[in-house]
């Protein structure tokens, strides 16, 4: 399963990593002639937060399964908040089907933390990123983005499915990184944070 995982992230990193590097120096040389200066824990902010999009987009829009499982059958669009979530959780638990819980578990824990980066990257980065309101609406509309371009592939062969619970899971994982970006980072550890 982990091979699973990061193979699509390595294939697109492959083309994001150098393709970032070159626009990056490119920049920066371009700020040198005009005796501005690189705020080089700035950049590394940037570059993480590259390579962290680049992630996100080699897991949800890469025709590649994350976990194997891959049903041509899936319910297609689902925009009834919680219930199919909960209703596959609970008949795997009822039916003690482990491949099925295990399932379920990570699609609830893999949409929540897929955007905790996020929400702590962009205040980190951004002055303008650091309210609640900035973040969530950044997060709102990153997993809308992610849904709906899901909804195309879905259209064209891929078996993505399009699910009101994982924009919903995707945005208090935003908001989760933004607590952690709050309440850890901007207190604790402001050498994070670019001014």
Same mark, same amino acid.
């Given at each position: ?7 699509? /992230? ?8 150098? @393709?970032?590097?070159? =626009? ?11 005796? !501005?200066? #690189? +705020? ?16 996100? &987009?080699? #897991? ?9 499982? +891959?049903?041509?059958? @899936? #319910? ?7 219930? !199919? $979530?909960?209703?596959?959780? &609970?008949? @795997? ?6 491949? @099925? ?5 990570? +699609?609830?824990?893999? +949409? ?12 980190? &980065? ?8 900035? #973040?969530?609406? $950044? ?12 909804? =195309?592939?879905?259209? /064209? ?13 995707? $945005? ?12 850890? &980072? ?10």
């Amino acid at each position: 399963m982990f091979s699973l995982f990061f193979i699509p /992230i390595l294939y697109v990193l492959k083309l994001v990593v150098p @393709a970032w590097i070159i =626009f990056r120096i490119g920049k920066a040389l371009y700020l040198r002639q005009t005796n !501005n200066l #690189v +705020n080089i824990k700035r950049e590394g902010l940037l570059f993480l937060l590259a390579v962290y999009a680049g992630s996100v &987009i080699a #897991v949800t829009i890469a025709p590649a399964s994350i976990s194997g499982f +891959n049903d041509p059958d @899936a #319910v297609r669009l689902n925009m009834v908040p919680v219930l !199919n $979530t909960a209703t596959y959780y &609970i008949n @795997a638990l009822h039916d003690h089907d482990d491949n @099925a819980l295990l399932h379920a578990l990570e +699609n609830i824990i893999g +949409n929540l933390i897929l955007l905790i980066p996020l929400g702590i990257l962009l205040p980190c &980065i951004f002055r303008s990123a650091r309210s609640f309101k900035s #973040v969530l609406t $950044t997060c709102l509309i990153c997993s809308s983005s992610i849904e709906l371009i899901q909804f =195309f592939l879905r259209q /064209i062969g891929t078996f993505r499915t399009v699910d009101i619970d994982d924009l919903i899971l995707n $945005t208090i994982g935003g908001m989760l990184g933004w607590l952690i970006y709050t309440k850890i &980072i901007q207190r604790y550890f402001p050498v994070f944070t670019v001014k």
